[in-house]
């Protein structure tokens, strides 16, 4: 593992899950089990119908490009020496959240490209999800 320098995740009581599902490389998100409503990023009610009877689950991590961006300047710490880099709206089953696509060149990336989750492990502590090409 070389040092990583990008933005770690801030771990809590309410996000804790996912983490841990990633650092087992597997891609947790929320679901309802009142309406079946699935969310990400993690909400201690529905946020379809405010239930409090949620749950975690194993989601497949396949989804596809919703829409992306490429950065050819390193906005944020630690992204200097990665650019151009994208930032991508990703939606797996039904739901959307930003995540990068790795694997393939930026100018490669299509909206609703199939893509998979991968894992990347950056410090002995720490796993982040990133998606591939499917």
Request: glycine share 6%; charged share 20%; aromatic share 12%.
């Amino acid at each position: 593992m070389a040092d990583y320098t990008k933005p770690l995740p801030v771990v809590n009581d309410l996000n804790k899950p996912h983490w841990e599902g990633a650092k087992r490389h597997e891609f947790l998100m929320q679901r309802c089990k009142e309406c079946g409503h699935k969310w990400f990023p993690p909400f201690p009610t529905c946020t379809n119908c405010q239930s409090t009877n949620v749950e975690w689950y194993k989601s497949s991590g396949k989804g596809t490009v919703f829409s992306y961006i490429v950065y050819h300047q390193g906005w944020l710490p630690g992204y200097k020496d990665s650019v151009p880099y994208n930032v991508a709206i990703i939606e797996v089953e039904g739901v959307r959240f930003i995540n990068n696509v790795v694997g393939i060149d930026n100018k490669a990336i299509k909206v609703d490209m199939p893509v998979q989750v991968t894992f990347e492990d950056v410090t002995p502590e720490v796993t982040i999800p990133r998606f591939k090409p499917a």
